[in-house]
């Protein structure tokens, strides 16, 4: 198969990942529809939120006489809910949560009201994590970086099972992308958006950390056995699978976060 169609193949599937990825992490806003005043009003409630003030929760209904309200209280703390009510512009509901400090995390949940019966959008409550602001010039590199480091990922462990001739080059490309977009820059952005650089294995559990770092240790050694003995492919299909599999681990399942039943 000609060198082009694999890139092409390699591409596809690092996408598909990564959109799965998106689409499960616990960022991702909870969607779902309800019937209200003969309508569905369909919803996007977020998970997370960044900026120096609170997080916006919003509910498109396009109904004027809608009317709702909000319940909220911190993630791991002894606190009441409280309840507000949500105020209504055009059809568009809409409240602010207080804010919190970074990795802190707030639990809501939604009721729609008509004045005969109540209709809880989330029987589950979201749990929103608040985030700092991270700077473009860090953001985008590390992003570039990851979607390279799958790519190559990804290729590298064709180029193993096809038993091609590049091995070596896609292997270090997928080391060193994975080296700087997760090791490097990772750190710098959570620094900015939770205050810690590294969260993982041994200071803490985060799952994003702890995986970045077995994946780039299961590619290092892969590149240095494919470099004195290429015929060793099996390391990099290994390594491609390892890598497969952490993306297929929803991003910041365990990350940074505060307890608040520690804090005053």
């Known amino acids: 198969m000609r060198s082009f169609l694999l890139w092409i193949l390699a591409i596809v599937l690092s996408a598909g990942i990564m959109i799965y990825q998106r689409m499960t992490g616990p960022t991702s806003p909870v969607r779902g529809s309800v019937e209200y005043m003969g309508k569905e009003v369909s919803y996007k409630l977020i998970r997370t939120w960044g900026g120096d003030d609170g997080a916006k929760i919003i509910v498109e209904t396009e109904n004027p006489e809608a009317t709702a309200y909000l319940e909220y209280r911190r993630f791991k703390s002894h606190d009441d809910w409280t ?38 959008l989330n029987d589950e409550p979201v749990v929103l994590r608040y985030k700092g602001g991270v700077p473009t010039g860090v953001i985008i590199p ?6 390279l480091s ?18 070596l080059f896609q292997s270090f490309m ?70 497969i599999v952490v993306y297929l681990i929803p991003h910041s399942v365990l990350g940074s976060e505060i307890d608040f039943t520690q804090t005053p």
């Open 150 to 167: 799958i790519v190559f990922s990804m290729r590298a462990g064709i180029e193993a099972l096809a038993k091609r001739g590049k091995i």
């Open 83 to 120: 309840r507000t009510e949500m105020s209504n512009s055009n059809g568009v509901l809409e409240t602010e949560l207080p804010k919190l400090p970074t990795a802190g995390k707030m639990m809501y949940k939604i009721t729609l009201t008509d004045g005969v019966k109540e209709i809880v």
């Open 174 to 243: 997928a080391t060193a992308t994975l080296l700087i977009g997760g090791l490097i820059l990772g750190p710098i952005v959570q620094k900015f958006a939770f205050g810690a650089y590294w969260t993982g294995w041994p200071v803490g559990h985060d799952l994003t950390d702890n995986k970045t770092a077995v994946s780039f240790i299961f590619w290092l050694v892969a590149l240095i056995i494919i470099r004195k003995k290429p015929e060793k492919r099996g390391w990099v299909i290994a390594a491609s699978i390892i890598q």
């Open 142 to 147: 590390h992003v570039i970086f990851m979607i």
